[in-house]
């Protein structure tokens, strides 16, 4: 990962500190430690509005820390447990590419080698020359059944392959943001072509009154 560079402060502005607010109402006195993750979540989301690049620098981890009067290793040790928060600046467009089993088999490795092509960036947590695209190699993302999965930002686009990578990569080029989901059109989980049991709804007649 290339070396950055971190900024000297950070505040919460008018809009996180809305959602802190109202995040720290929801627990206890004594437990607002338990608001670490949102914390993260809207510094990251600050840096994102702010600078174009959505990551959480240690002085925000340090601010988080002294507003929930906790310790600032275990801020860090939360933000560096999760593939959701990015330690260093990252692209507009953060690729996230699960590769784990049924991805693989699913064919993820094609969805990653256009990736490369597309943007050409040749390892992981990589930007992009132009600093549209980073790539990071994620664990399972949970859509197993609509694999591979090509996580971008906060969206998942499913059933992908190299073709249809290579064409959401420049339709985000274009300023274009393609609808999230299967690229296949598929219904959720339902197979191509649309759902073939339950399509209709057959309830049994009204036994209201009946003795």
Request: charged share 20%; aromatic share 8%; glycine share 8%.
């Amino acid at each position: 990962m290339a070396e950055h560079i971190e900024p000297a402060e950070f505040v919460f502005d008018a809009e996180s500190e809305a959602k802190i607010v109202k995040t720290l109402a929801k627990y206890p006195q004594g437990k607002q430690a338990s608001a670490v993750l949102p914390l993260l979540d809207f510094a990251q989301r600050q840096m994102g509005r702010a600078t174009g690049s959505a990551w959480v620098p240690k002085i925000a981890m340090d601010v988080i820390a002294a507003r929930l009067g906790m310790p600032p290793i275990r801020v860090y040790e939360v933000a560096t447990f999760y593939f959701m928060f990015n330690m260093a600046p990252v692209g507009k467009y953060h690729l996230q590419l699960c590769t784990t089993t049924p991805c693989w088999l699913r064919g993820s490795d094609e969805v990653v080698a256009a990736c490369r092509k597309a943007t050409g960036i040749k390892g992981w947590k990589e930007t992009s020359a132009d600093g549209m695209f980073t790539m990071t190699e994620v664990e399972c993302v949970g859509a197993c059944v609509n694999a591979p999965i090509l996580q971008v930002n906060d969206d998942f686009f499913e059933d992908m392959d190299a073709a249809s990578t290579e064409a959401l990569l420049a339709a985000l080029r274009r300023g274009e943001y393609p609808k999230p989901g299967s690229v296949k059109g598929r219904q959720t989980s339902a197979p191509e072509g649309g759902p073939t049991t339950l399509t209709t709804l057959n309830f049994p007649s009204s036994t209201a009154g009946a003795e």
